[in-house]
């Protein structure tokens, strides 16, 4: 990962029933063997010093094995209030070792867990990434599916855009995403766009709101073009 200018991407989020809420909102690191330590360190200083009620970081944090980027995964530990999922490169390369490494952070494949804001219960749950099946990974739609529908205030978190699909069935609210890098070079959008409904920003189906983020890393060619890296805070409005 080549550390881009720390620049923060303001957002407002239509949500009736969120509304205050401000969530930062990291994707697709892809921390490799070249990534310096001293980034990282940089990334952790500058998110920590922003104002949020939690920090959504929705899969691909490595790029590579995790036992050679022990400082770095050590350094990305000292994020704040962090909730993540896996993305297909985390799987990859080794999601039991990410999460042995990650202790500061909470790991929500295909789990559920409540935030307390403003004396009241926020729902959010996270699914698996769409390769765990040929990681003998089961994705346990149902589970969420029902958590989701149940709680009237509620947040999904997952790598691809795909899963939107989820959250329209199960009525939530807001819907965090990564894994397109907004195509991260030109004119590769157009490829992107053939295997997913969405390539980045922000869309609104019935009554969810859809973020796709398009990440801070790179991945094959350590470059971007027309698809700047982001590090998006959304703060939910009523209108």
Known sequence: MRLPELEIKNLKVKSENLQGLQILHLSDL?????????????LVAFCNSL???FLALTGDIIDCKVDKIIPQLKALNSLKKV?????NHDLFYGIKGLKELLTNFTFLDNKTTFIKYQN?????????DRFSKFFKIKREEKKILSFLKSNEDSILL???PKDYSLAIASNTKLFLCGHTHGGQVFPFHYFVRLFQPFL???FYKKDTCIYVNRGLGTWGIDFRYKANSEIT???LINN
């Open 30 to 42: 892809h921390i490799n063997k070249k990534t310096k330590v001293m980034n990282i360190e940089k």
């Open 51 to 53: 104002e949020y009620d």
């Open 83 to 87: 909730f993540y999922i896996s993305g």
């Open 120 to 128: 009241r219960d926020i729902a959010l749950a996270g699914i698996s």
């Open 158 to 160: 997952a790598h691809q």
């Open 200 to 202: 980045a920003g922000i």
């Open 233 to 235: 805070l959304l703060k």
